[in-house]
Structures are given as C-alpha cells and as structure tokens.
C-alpha cells in the first residue's frame, strides 16, 4: 500500500551474523551504565552498585527446531537451557527469565502447559525464577522468546575479548553428539512421512538424541572452574558449532588459533552413527551445533590446575592473529577453518 | 510423529487473559530477589541493593500489525514505544532494551535497515540503549520481541495491587484516536486491494493516524506526576483498552469501579470519524486498544495537586468490590462494564 522504492539488499547475501553485524554497527551507546552491549553472549549492565548480566534468544518452528520431532516438554527445557548456556558462557548465574509466547490456535492448553512444564523443570534445575514474559497468539507456528537475567562480579566475567598469544584453547564435555541426533531424527521423520505406520527406531541412540532435543547448560563446569580457581581469559557456548565459535572468540580477541583433531572429544556414538551416515565424525564435532558446551581460553600457567578436571579437554592454543585459524589434522596437515554456522536466510 | 493422546482443550475457550492467568497460576517464585513476578506490566527485581523493573513484549505480524500499512520504520518505533509504556505503568524509568527479530527472506536489508531506524529513533527519544538481542531467520513474517529493564526506587513503583475505595480514577491524553485510525486504516486497504490504482485517502486524519501508527509512551506523563509531588496508588497502560485495564487494575486490588462517560476524554477527530463509521465514540474510547496512554488511580487529597494539570483526566473514583465495575453514561444509566481486550486465538 505504501511500498517503498529503494534498492533491495537480499538477507541471503549478508547471511545471519553479517546482519547482525551490519545492525551492532549503526547501534551506539550513551551513558555510563552498560559494560557492554552487543557482541558477547550476553549483555552487561552495572545496576546499582552491581554488575548485571542479560541475554535474550529466539526459538523459531521450522527454524530452530521442528515439532515432527522435538516433544513440546523437551523444548520447553532445551529453550531454557540455551538461555542459561548464553549466561554460563559471561561465567555469570542465571537468576529469572521472562518468556514470550507466541502460539497459533493450532495447539491445545494441553500443549502450552506441557511446553511450560519443560521450561519449570529447568527452572528448577538451574535455579531460576520466571518473573514475566508475554503470551500471545500467532498466525502459525510457535514462537519462544526467552530473556534471562543473571549475576556476576566485575571481575568473574569473561568476555569473548580476552584471549591471547599462548593461551590453551579447551572445551568442556564432548563435540557433534547433538548434530548426530538431528541426523537420527531427520532420517526417520523421512521414514513416517513415506510409511506412516513404521515405529521410528531411535534405539542405541539415547544419548546424542538427549543432546539434541534436551541440552544442558554447563552450570556445573562453572561451577567447578571456581572451585579449582580457574578464570578462563575468553569464552563462549557452542551453539553454531565449533568452528564458527572460536572464529567469533578470534575474531574478538584479534588472535588466531590452532586446534588438533586428534584432541577433539568426540563420544563413541556420536563416532559411530557419524561413519554409518558417512559423515567425517571430525566435521560433525567442529561444525555440528546445538553441543551448548563451553569453549574457553586458559594461560598456560593454569595448565596443572585444568589438567585434573576430567569433562574439560585441552584442544590446542592461541596464535598471533596473522597465523589464521587452523585444524592440524591426523595426518599433521593443516587445514584453514570454515565455519558453516546456520545460514538459515 | 511422538503424537500424545492427551485430551484436547482449544486455546480459543480461555482466551489470552485466561491463557496468562492458567500459566501464571502454576509458576512458583522461590528465593527473595523477585518483589513481583507475573501480573502486573513488568517485574521487580531486587538487584545488588538496587531495585530493576523488567519487561517484554511481542509484536507478531498479522497478529498485532498489518504490513500493508505499517511503515516499517513507525512499527520500529512502536515496539519500542509499547514496552517504555510498560515500564511507565511501573512509574519506572526505562533504561536499556534488548531486541529480538525474528524475519523472513521476504525482507530486504533495507526494510530491516528502516526497522531498526524507527527502533533507535524511540531510543533516542526515551533515552534508551540497545544493548542485545538476537536476530534470525523466521519462515514467515516478521516477530519483534524487545525486552526492557528499567529503574524505580522501591518507593516509586507503582503496582496494579494499590487502588483503595474513593480513590480517584485518572486517565492521561485521551482514548480511541489509535482504534479509529485503525478503522481509516483498514478501510483505505480494503479500498486499496479492490482497486489498486486509488491511492489511499488518509488526509484530515493525522493525529488518529499517528496514535495508531506511532503510540508514544507517556514517559512526559511520570515526569509531570512525580514534579506534582503525586504518587498514583495504582498503575497500568492502556494496551488492550480503558475496560480491560480497569477491570485488571479492579481485579488485582480487590476493588469495583464508576467511571463517567461524560468524562472520558475524546479528540475531536477521534469523535468524527467514528460518527462517521457509525462507533459510538464511547465504545471506541472504552474498549478500543493502543492508546497507550496511563490509568491510574489517586488518594483524594491529590486532587488539588492533580486538577491543573491539563493532561489528565478524572475519570470516576473506587469502590467496594461488591458494587463492581460500572459506566454512569450521559443519561444517568448504569452499565457494568465488559471488557472487549483482544482474543486473537
């Protein structure tokens, strides 16, 4: 009705962190309140005397995830605990979230209560309070916006902006298990669609379909990098994957890195459906997303403090910013890193 | 694919309200950070010695706006807008937003470039800093969650909870304009898709139009009061229509309600074109939504601090919740009250 004839950029060709960063550019700050705004995993506000930290996530159907397959109770966990996730990656606690809903007529009380019943279960599990949000209707689809709040120090919090030259690059549990899941649900959505009467067979399958459709946010890992008196210099969660992570964390920090393929943690499952889907378990652990496990950045002097901690594998380390980053593979080949992301435009 | 057979009760039987109050009714607070959670227009959270007031709000398209006629630079601003009312309803000063955008490859880079436009103008205009958000992909239309935090002593909060019998009921600018625009709005589409060559016939309509297009929150409105010396015993914003707010601020503080048509402030344009269409200006006043604009309510002994000031209205007074929720209209009738509020489901 009222068009506007101005020339068209396609989204496509800036893809989703090219927008993102074409949006932080034209966005400045006043005042004296935020630490800082956007470009981390959360953002950081000084509230009265204290330090806040606040982040906020979209979950859209048909986007991030899809019902075919993704049970409501499920997301309603998974969709708190990426946002929990973005918290632990600021090495910040989670205290409340407000969740927006937007749900089309579609559903059923029955199906909102069970999505809310997930979300609580993780509540508790994270300790976390909802405070607010809004519920509201939509054309199609469901639509899940969290925002969640949390504390820190000043000092506790680490920033995507802190690696340097040397420092060891880790990781906490294991990589691609959450990728290989989709895989496993994708291959028998295919399979009902065609024969809707053959039982899906997700058996032996247990934990990389838990990865998938039930992440946890690793409250425990910053927990026990307290205890062993560990501050990471940098650091981020997984969600678009390895590869795409620590190019954010370079990119931040203005280093390169190096990482080893034979130092990844790859669980045995996730190894072995990788090979039965022909997938390289090495592509899945370093561009599969969804892990939501911490990648961090250590100086070397905290080696013998880390090197007990079980669920925390050391990957490699930090490189001045011209040597690029690499994957130095079995075969001691190195290769320039790609990250695939989640291009989704 | 996982289907459950679960009894099946539609979304449409509860309506919004009734879906927000279900959920509200099983979330459980624990711990002494939160001094409110659910039901009111935002949270209060204790943080560091300092009190926070927090909020969010969705705007989904062809749910809460029509791109035919939303610029998308105004619904920027808008969504904007919206939430710093929800904090003025607080009597809060809203400090920081995070925005969330979920939006199609329909868009171009231009039309999110004019979005986030309108966004930063709002900003600007209530001194406000984005300071996060997440941008995706959506599969279709555009969905715009912002979150905005805010400050309040603990004195100065204003709860929907605090209306006491003989309080007086007060309103700020006045009500309808944004419901009749949206009239003049839908009709010049209509017009528009039988015959797309007539261009549209807005003129004589601005200020219907921008209360519609372009809400502004009444941040102007909290500074007055609070340079009155007067603290509103209850709060709320007009989003969903005078009726509807009244009866939710009735409902929290156990109180009934008279307001007087005679007293219900109606632009003169807002009077006309709903003539015009055939709405008596009353309903359009009591139940069309989007006004934005402050109900509250007063002591008594405000009322020689109140009655200068030119931008606000009183209404009618409180009374015993027994006597519930009436309009005295022109002739001396009584009618109890119905709220219209939206039910999209």
Not at 3 to 24: M, Q, Y
Not at 217 to 236: C, F, N
Not at 324 to 335: A, F, P, Y
Request: charged share 25%; proline share 3%.
């Amino acid at each position: 009705m009222f068009e506007n004839k101005v020339p068209r950029t396609e989204l496509s060709s800036l893809g989703e962190f090219g927008l993102i960063d074409h949006i932080a550019k034209s966005i400045h700050l006043t005042g004296e309140r935020v630490l800082k705004g956007i470009g981390d995993d959360a953002a950081v506000i000084e509230h009265g005397g204290a330090t806040m930290v606040i982040s906020k996530d979209l979950l859209i159907e048909g986007v991030h995830f899809d019902l075919a397959f993704h049970p409501l109770k499920h997301l309603g966990f998974k969709a708190v605990a990426v946002n929990v996730s973005d918290l632990c990656a600021m090495n910040a606690t989670a205290t409340e979230i407000l969740v927006g809903v937007a749900i089309s007529n579609r559903f059923s009380l029955e199906a909102v209560e069970e999505l809310y019943e997930g979300m609580q279960l993780a509540c508790q599990k994270y300790n976390v309070n909802i405070v607010g949000g809004d519920t509201t209707s939509s054309r199609s689809g469901l639509m899940i916006s969290i925002t969640v709040l949390g504390t820190a120090t000043k000092e506790q919090i680490c920033y995507r902006t802190g690696a340097a030259v040397n420092d060891l690059i880790c990781v906490t549990g294991d990589l691609g298990a959450a990728y290989m899941g989709l895989q496993i649900l994708e291959r028998e959505k295919r399979i009902f669609l065609e024969s809707p009467n053959v039982q899906p067979n997700l058996s032996g399958n247990d934990y990389i379909l838990e990865r998938q459709l039930k992440p946890e946010a690793r409250v425990d890992q910053i927990k026990k990098l307290a205890e062993l008196g560990v501050k990471p210099t940098s650091m981020i969660d997984i969600s678009d994957g390895l590869a795409s992570e620590l190019m954010h964390l370079c990119k931040n920090s203005q280093v390169g890195a190096v990482i080893y393929e034979s130092k990844l943690p790859i669980d045995g499952q996730t190894y072995e459906r990788a090979r039965e889907f022909g997938i390289d378990p090495t592509v899945a652990a370093v561009n599969g997303g969804e892990d939501y496990e911490l990648l961090f950045t250590l100086q070397q002097q905290d080696y013998e403090k880390i090197r007990p901690h079980a669920d925390v594998s050391i990957i490699g380390y930090i490189t001045e910013v011209d040597k690029g980053i690499k994957l130095m593979d079995k075969s001691d080949n190195e290769v320039v890193l790609k990250a695939q992301g989640w291009n989704h435009f």
